[in-house]
C-alpha cells in the first residue's frame, strides 16, 4: 500500500503547486524528441480533473459479486458496480465439482473489500465473507430450500464473527427463499449482521433496490 499513499501524496502536492510550469518534450513525426525552447503552463484545471478521477480510482472499493444459480454476471447491476467500484463479477457454475477451488483463488487473488451476493450467491458468498473475515451484502441468500448443493467441502459457517459489515436484504414477498425462515436460521446460527427487510420485493431484486443498498452500506 506504501505505493499508494506516495501516490496520493505526489497529487497533492501538484495540487498545491498551481503556478507549476514545465518544460514539455514531444516526438517529432520522425520519432526524434524536440524540446521546445519556451515553458508552458500546464491546464490545471484539465489536470485537476484528471488527478480528482485517478485519486478516487485508488480509494475505490474492491466488490466481489457472485450471481444467482440462474441468473448471470451481466445486467444494470453489474454496469452499476464497474462504474462505481473496482468490481468482479464472474461466470459462475455452481454445479461445477472444482467450484469451492475456484472461489478460494478468486479471492485470495482479487482481496475483495465487499463481497455481494444473490440468492444461491448470497449462500456461498456468506461462507466465503466467513472464512475470509470480509464485508458482505447478501440479497435473498439461500441459505435454505436450495434445488443443489454446490461442492463446498471446507467452505463451511464456523461460527459468529464480530466486527464485520454484514446486511442481509430480505423481500418479505419472496416465495423462492421464505424470509421468516431465513431470519429464524440467522438468529440461529448467531451471523451477526444488520437485516434490511423490502417490502413488496420478491426474490428478484430491483435495480433500484440494489443501487439504494450500495449506497447505504458499501459507498
Not at 520519432?31 to 484545471?45: C, M, Q
Request: with cysteine; proline share 5%; aromatic share 10%.
Amino acid at each position: 500500500m506504501n505505493h499508494i499513499y506516495q501516490f496520493l501524496e505526489n497529487l497533492n502536492w501538484l495540487k498545491n503547486n498551481k503556478n507549476l510550469e514545465i518544460r514539455l518534450k514531444q516526438p517529432n513525426k520522425l520519432g526524434r524528441k524536440i524540446e521546445r525552447n519556451k515553458k508552458e503552463r500546464v491546464g490545471f484545471p484539465t489536470l485537476l480533473s484528471y488527478i480528482d478521477k485517478v485519486t478516487e480510482k485508488q480509494v475505490m472499493k474492491r466488490v466481489l459479486y457472485l450471481h444467482g444459480l440462474e441468473s448471470s454476471n451481466t445486467g444494470d447491476k453489474i454496469d452499476f458496480l464497474h462504474q462505481h467500484s473496482i468490481a468482479f463479477a464472474p461466470s459462475i457454475d455452481y454445479f461445477d465439482k472444482n467450484i469451492e477451488e475456484k472461489l478460494v483463488t478468486l479471492v485470495e487473488n482479487f482481496q475483495p473489500n465487499v463481497i455481494i451476493g444473490s440468492s444461491m450467491g448470497g449462500y456461498v458468498g456468506m461462507m466465503l465473507a466467513n472464512k475470509y473475515d470480509i464485508d458482505c451484502v447478501l440479497f435473498n441468500p439461500a441459505i435454505h430450500s436450495r434445488p443443489m448443493e454446490p461442492n463446498l467441502r471446507s467452505l463451511i459457517y464456523d461460527g459468529p464473527k464480530h466486527g464485520l459489515n454484514s446486511v442481509v436484504v430480505l423481500g418479505l414477498e419472496d416465495d423462492v427463499i421464505d424470509p421468516s425462515k431465513t431470519e429464524d436460521i440467522l438468529e440461529q446460527v448467531e451471523f451477526d449482521c444488520e437485516i434490511e427487510r423490502v417490502e413488496e420485493m420478491g426474490h428478484r431484486v430491483p435495480f433500484d433496490v440494489f443501487v439504494n443498498i450500495y449506497n447505504k452500506y458499501i459507498k
